[in-house]
């Protein structure tokens, strides 16, 4: 795999499989904890490419010599090199969906749910850029999310108000 011969992806590499495997864990065990994980990584990730094409957009160019596609590897030296700013903004609004969606009960969760599987499904061609296979694991922890019976509830929870009884005396 390209990107193992640099000590930092390998650190980087095994922190977001460790990730990915205490997510899939988390998916049978706590489902709750488990969003919430999903919530701070997309968030994360959606602020992080914020920063990062706001400051050095060209940064992301590197992906192309990481992908074992050489499909990839021409759409990101191509195109994608001259719309990157819109590329990336575009990501990092889904990103930020899908974080908002881990915390929302229903359809909108199941929607993000889909969006992220899409995501990382998109992003593994990237290889060691995307920490293959950290996200083919995420994305069966999210699978398992996605199917449980009791994804309806909300990691956001409000108080209803009790209807009011009146009380008649007697």
Known sequence: MKGLDNHLYIVLLSIANLI???????????????????????????????STVSSNEREYLMYASLTWSKFYENFINGWFSHHIKQMVGTIVVCQAFIAVSMLMPGRIFK???????????????????????????????????????????????????????NHHPG
């Not at 997510?23 to 489902?31: E, G, S």
């Not at 694991?137 to 009884?165: C, G």
């Open 20 to 50: 990915a495997i205490v997510q899939l864990v988390l998916a049978f065990k706590l489902p709750r904890i488990c969003r919430i994980s999903f919530f701070l990584l997309f968030a994360w990730a959606s602020w992080k490419n914020w």
């Open 111 to 165: 929607l993000g749910a889909i969006a992220a599987i899409v995501f990382l499904a998109a992003i593994l061609p990237l290889g060691v850029g995307a920490g293959f296979p950290s996200t083919f694991i995420m994305s069966l922890a999210l699978l398992i999310l996605l199917l449980q019976v009791d994804s309806n509830y909300s990691i956001i929870t409000t108080r209803k108000r009790q209807p009011e009884q």
